[in-house]
């Protein structure tokens, strides 16, 4: 499974910015899918995740404003980021896990795409 994340740009704080990342493969739908991030001089951190049975989890730090979807037909998960933060800058990631399991974890996930940059100013 190859993946490619896009959508990132520069935002003000209380702006939204939706990432999209597409995927190869023709049993995409059977993957979990998830969105890490990494800020500057910090780990990498789980952010959302959505199974191949659309059960979605969230980070407390982002529930009840991203909102992670999936379409199996363009094999595609998006990332909806809504009332951005400067603390939500970072560099995303999207990533997939064969496994379905722990998908908050990301040492689940078999395949990675590049990162996007997303920055929000103050």
């Known amino acids: 499974v190859q993946l490619q994340a896009s959508g990132g740009g520069l935002v003000q704080a209380g702006g939204s910015l939706r990432l999209s990342c597409a995927a190869s493969?023709?049993?995409?739908?059977?993957?979990?899918m998830g969105w890490f991030r990494q800020a500057p001089g910090k780990e990498r951190e789980f952010v959302a995740a959505?199974?191949?049975?659309?059960?979605?989890y969230y980070a407390d730090s982002v529930k009840g404003r991203f909102t992670i979807s999936r379409d199996n037909a363009k094999n595609t998960v998006d990332l909806q980021m809504n009332s951005l933060k400067p603390e939500d800058t970072a560099v995303y990631y999207c990533?997939?896990?064969?496994?379905?399991?722990?998908?908050?974890?990301?040492?689940?996930?078999?395949?990675w795409g590049q990162g996007t940059q997303v920055t929000v100013s103050s």
């Open positions: 990533a997939a896990a064969g496994s379905n399991l722990y998908l908050s974890q990301e040492a689940h996930y078999d395949y």
């Open positions: 493969g023709r049993t995409f739908s059977r993957y979990g």
């Open positions: 959505i199974s191949w049975k659309t059960i979605t």
